[in-house]
């Protein structure tokens, strides 16, 4: 794992969070209790700043960034962001989950208990309603998630606060 300050600003991240090998995180970045970054994940808050709420995944290769002066990013609590993932100055709220390799742009807003459809582009400005399933390219609401759909999404972020708590006791 690689932690940078930049700018004078630090990661500030919870002693509870597993940051996997090869794992970066710079600058204005805070991280929440039970939070995980997985391997060669990238989390560059150079320009302006990202939180990261806490039991949040960040799985393997995604990239998290931000935009100059406009566009910060933030996540919130138990959000899965899937492998390949690319969140760019938006605002993912609790409980939502990102599909592998999906793209989420500059503005736009993920509401609470949500699901990106793996693949997906979210263009810049969407504003996506709570409880969603989105999908496509440009991303567009399909339907509502039922209260069971969307309790896998928690049960998925839960399986990975247990997880990165085994990885980061065999890594100690």
């Not at 300050?5 to 710079?26: C, D, E, H, T």
């Not at 939070?35 to 990239?63: F, K, L, P």
């Not at 989105?134 to 606060?161: C, D, F, W």
């Amino acid at each position: 794992m690689n932690i940078y300050g930049y700018r004078n600003k630090f990661p500030q991240i919870n002693p509870s969070v597993f940051l996997a090998p090869l794992s970066v995180v710079i600058g204005d970045v805070v991280i929440g209790a039970e939070s995980s970054i997985w391997y060669h994940t990238i989390v560059r808050g150079d320009v302006n700043y990202i939180r990261i709420g806490e039991g949040t995944n960040v799985q393997d290769a995604s990239i998290l960034h931000v935009t100059r002066e406009k566009f910060p990013l933030e996540i919130g609590n138990l959000v899965t962001i899937g492998h390949h993932a690319k969140v760019h100055g938006c605002v993912v709220e609790d409980r939502c989950l990102i599909g592998i390799g999906a793209t989420i742009l500059d503005g736009a807003k993920i509401g609470e208990g949500s699901l990106v459809a793996a693949g997906s582009l979210v263009t810049p400005g969407t504003q996506i309603p709570p409880g969603s399933l989105v999908m496509g390219a440009p991303a567009k609401v399909k339907k509502k998630l039922s209260p069971e759909e969307q309790e896998r999404i928690v049960n998925t972020s839960k399986h990975y606060i247990k997880l990165a708590a085994e990885y980061r006791e065999a890594l100690a």
